[in-house]
């Protein structure tokens, strides 16, 4: 049994693929509405979604610092306490970023899902100046801080590049 949970191990992997799904259709959701093609949710213990963002970092009138990942991080530390953050997971489209990583750390998340790894993503967007992407895994930058992070990802990672195909042309 996971520690965050009472759930079996196939019952929990059913719910992240469930979650991680709506994470990706909200991505879709998000390049609809002229963003680019991310999105991320925070889920309690029990599945229930506390918050969630696309990202809204596109030029002109984007903030480059809000990514669907760190909004929807701080927008469940401003209703959650760090205790029941650390029972919360993250489920993203895509591998959270450096800077993603950090704001999930520092709001105490406990746990990642995520469906595009940063290595993908670079194939899919290539030098597109809008995604200037790092090659620094969220594992590698969680492994930095004092207390652990459980990241599980890449997974269907084919559904989640979906929401990039054409768009970086």
Same mark, same amino acid.
């Given at each position: 049994? +996971?520690?965050?949970?009472?759930?079996?191990?196939? !019952?929990?992997?059913?719910?992240?693929?469930?979650?991680?799904?709506? *994470?990706?259709?909200?991505?879709? $959701?998000?390049?609809?509405?002229?963003?680019?093609?991310?999105? =991320?949710?925070?889920?309690? &213990?029990?599945? +229930?979604?506390? *918050?969630? *963002?696309? +990202?809204?970092?596109?030029?002109? !009138?984007?903030?480059?610092? @809000?990514?669907? $990942?760190?909004?929807?991080?701080? @927008?469940?530390?401003?209703?959650?306490?760090? &205790? !029941?953050? #650390?029972?919360?997971?993250?489920?993203?489209? =895509?591998?959270?970023?450096?800077?993603?990583?950090? #704001?999930?750390?520092?709001? +105490?998340?406990?746990?990642?899902?995520?469906?595009?790894? &940063?290595?993908?993503?670079?194939?899919?967007?290539?030098?597109?100046?809008?995604?200037?992407?790092?090659?620094?895994?969220?594992? $590698?930058?969680?492994?930095?801080? !004092?207390?652990?992070?459980?990241?599980?990802?890449?997974?269907? &990672?084919?559904?989640?590049?979906?929401?990039?195909?054409?768009?970086?042309?």
């Amino acid at each position: 049994m +996971n520690a965050n949970t009472d759930l079996a191990p196939a !019952q929990l992997a059913e719910r992240d693929l469930a979650l991680l799904r709506k *994470a990706i259709e909200l991505a879709d $959701e998000s390049r609809r509405n002229g963003r680019h093609p991310f999105a =991320a949710l925070v889920a309690d &213990e029990d599945g +229930n979604i506390v *918050a969630s *963002a696309g +990202n809204n970092s596109m030029p002109p !009138q984007g903030d480059p610092t @809000q990514h669907a $990942e760190l909004a929807a991080a701080a @927008q469940a530390a401003r209703i959650l306490s760090p &205790e !029941q953050l #650390a029972r919360c997971t993250l489920y993203t489209s =895509a591998e959270p970023c450096c800077m993603c990583a950090g #704001a999930i750390y520092w709001c +105490n998340i406990g746990r990642v899902v995520y469906a595009l790894s &940063e290595h993908k993503l670079l194939s899919l967007t290539g030098d597109h100046p809008e995604n200037p992407t790092f090659s620094l895994p969220c594992r $590698e930058v969680f492994t930095r801080g !004092q207390r652990h992070i459980d990241v599980v990802g890449p997974l269907i &990672e084919d559904e989640a590049a979906c929401s990039h195909h054409g768009f970086w042309k």
